[in-house]
């Protein structure tokens, strides 16, 4: 009894098949009748496959690979620009997708296949390149090596990049194989037609890309479709929840000030790592700090030059504890003093620009209350502000000089005199 070779074909695609295990299915179901030694089986099944299209030819197992590149010819646009053709092509199903860019740039080459992922609904163990310099930082026939950018892209998806090998034309059958069924089945096409745009472009093409996947096979059962529905695509990975997001990668310092300069602009990390070397992840969003591989860090992306982002728990206990203070805490903390001291307060945070600005000062005093005691504290603001300077300086001189040592201890509520330029305690609400 004859065998299906196409079937046979069709069936080694899956998973774990063996002509082995077809033979013996064959005899079977044909168990009445006389069939082929598996010697025989197996070589009349070689035969058959040497007739097939190279590209046809090789058993690629379902959800395994995705073969990418690009077509040779263009199509002109109305404006002078070139729409370069993408291609992609699944494995086992030849199920292809195509889609018209403005360039052939790794943000291109990125941008296509996130979306041929999408147009599959899922995600091949290896997707497989040519080797574009867009993406390939070392074509190496041993140990090919991507750039951290399309790494960044691989992780992101949870599959691999594997370059075709140089020199091996049979790496790369099937992607140059749908390259060429584009060509003559697509832009061939689409010769006579002008188009304004790539979107223009890409619209003429999704309905051509239709027939093309729906059309039967010469030698093998079914389509492309239907050899993808039924063999690819219950065995691709799930797509990630969110599409992924072009992103640069620099080598940044941690600074003593435990923060790292991306773009003129500093964001903190844990300060255990100051001095380490770290990865920058740049988006058009985020910048990621990044230790070994693992994220440390994650800031929204600021541009203001020579700004600093910082999160609070990067800080050291010291630091965390003077960014605790606000105007308000620290008018409080004099209003706990006396009248005198608050008054002193507020003055010190009134003649600067900014609040934060008499901060410093502020806490200058905080540490006299601490080293004299709050009587005397609260006396030497007192004679402070008598002679109007109540600045770190002069306070410290009064204690220091014991000359607070002259003001009653109990002394009549003090009254501050207006003053346009004092911005008073309700301004820090």
Known sequence: MQPDYGRMH?????????????????RADYEDCQTYAYSQYCENYRRFARQLKRSMRQIHRAGE?????????????????????????????????????????????????ARALAFYGGVTQLIVPDNPRAMISDANRYEPRSNDTVLDFARHYGTSILPARPYHPQD???????????????????????????????????????????????????????????????ALLALPLQRYEMARF??????????????RHRYSVPQTLVGQVLEARITTA????????????SHARNSRVGGFTTVAAHMPAAHRAHMEWTPQRLIHWGESIGPATAEAVTRLMAENRHPEHGYRACL??????????????????MLALQIGACQYRHVNDILKNNRDQSVPVVAEEWVSPDHAHLRGSGYYQ
């Open 172 to 234: 790369k059958a099937k992607a140059e194989s749908a390259v060429q069924i584009v060509e003559r089945w697509i832009m061939a096409r689409l010769r006579h037609q002008q188009f304004g745009s790539v979107h223009e472009v890409n619209q003429a093409m999704a309905p051509l890309l239709t027939r093309l996947n729906e059309k039967p096979f010469q030698k093998l059962p079914g389509s492309r479709a239907s050899t993808f529905a039924e063999i690819d695509a219950p």
């Open 250 to 263: 620099k080598t940044v310092k941690v600074h003593i000030d435990y923060h790292v300069e991306v773009e």
């Open 286 to 297: 985020v910048v990621e700090l990044l230790h070994r591989g693992q994220r440390v860090a």
């Open 65 to 113: 690979k995705l073969f990418i590149d690009y077509a040779g010819p263009t199509i002109a646009l109305t404006d002078g620009g070139r729409a370069h053709i993408f291609v992609a092509s699944m494995g086992a199903s030849s199920y292809t997708y195509a889609c018209a860019t403005p360039r052939e740039t790794m943000a291109d080459w990125l941008e296509s296949t």
């Open 10 to 26: 069709h069936e080694l695609r899956r998973k774990g098949m063996t002509l082995m295990l077809l033979w013996e299915e064959h």
């Open 364 to 381: 200058g005093l905080l540490s006299l209350a601490k080293r004299y005691g709050k009587v005397r504290f609260e006396a030497a603001c």
